[in-house]
């Protein structure tokens, strides 16, 4: 089983919806962090988070230590939303990250 | 803005050559990263450096060796590629300690 594990693994939306990528993960974290990464394109880190909620802009993350469980949600979605999301965790004082596999997100004008 | 910069989007290369990838970052970071991405694998780190001089393996270091002679710049090499190195390659840097990771456009590398 993989240390981290993000669902779905496809999503297709239509403009407008709100959207909900989960992470769960089955180790101890120091942080977790959600990346963005566009067809052909690099990775851009979204936010990175060890308790609580972040906002920026229409992207929400949440997280829950105790249920070892994040969200990402993304309100009022956009055909430019369409990415692969990828959840990662780092671990204690070691800063390396360990990687879900991705979600792909396609929303649809 | 944080500019990490990879010296090629596609390379081809033959089996059994040896190839470098370059990495360069603008931030004085400490920390860099090499990392392979697969289809149905997601990413996963070959090596990575906290230092200059200093390198540590990742989970998956067979086949290629790091160089890091100055603090901006973190040299993948494959010593002898084969074709199941064919795979996108992601450099990364970070400041000291738990700090988001910042990302190069990737070199999609094709071994014949």
């Known amino acids: 089983k993989n240390e981290v594990e993000q669902s779905p693994q496809n999503l297709t939306a239509q403009e407008g919806e709100f959207i909900t990528i989960n992470c769960s993960y089955s180790v101890g974290i120091s942080a977790l962090h959600w990346l963005q990464q566009h067809p052909g394109g690099g990775i851009v880190s979204l936010f990175m988070?060890?308790?609580g909620k972040k906002k920026h802009g229409r992207l929400i993350a949440t997280i829950n230590i105790q249920e070892k469980h994040s969200s990402l949600h993304i309100t009022a979605s956009h055909p430019r939303d369409s990415a692969v999301y990828i959840c990662a965790v780092t671990r204690g004082s070691n800063y390396k990250l360990t990687f879900g596999k991705g979600t792909l997100l396609t929303v649809n004008p | 803005d944080v500019k990490v910069t990879q010296s090629s989007r596609y390379l081809v290369k033959r089996t059994g050559e040896k190839v470098f990838l370059e990495c360069v970052q603008d931030?004085?970071?400490?920390?860099m990263f090499w990392y392979r991405q697969d289809p149905g694998l997601g990413l996963r780190l070959i090596y990575f450096?906290?230092?200059?001089?200093?390198?540590e393996k990742g989970d998956i270091p067979e086949g290629y060796s790091v160089s890091r002679e100055k603090k901006e710049r973190f040299s993948l090499i494959l010593e002898s590629a084969s074709t199941n190195q064919t795979s996108m390659y992601l450099c990364?840097?970070?400041?000291?300690?738990?700090?988001?990771?910042?990302f190069g456009d990737g070199t999609r590398l094709s071994i014949l």
């Open positions: 988070l060890s308790s």
């Open positions: 931030m004085d970071h400490e920390n």
């Open positions: 450096s906290y230092d200059v001089k200093m390198k």
């Open positions: 990364a840097s970070s400041s000291s300690g738990n700090q988001p990771q910042h």
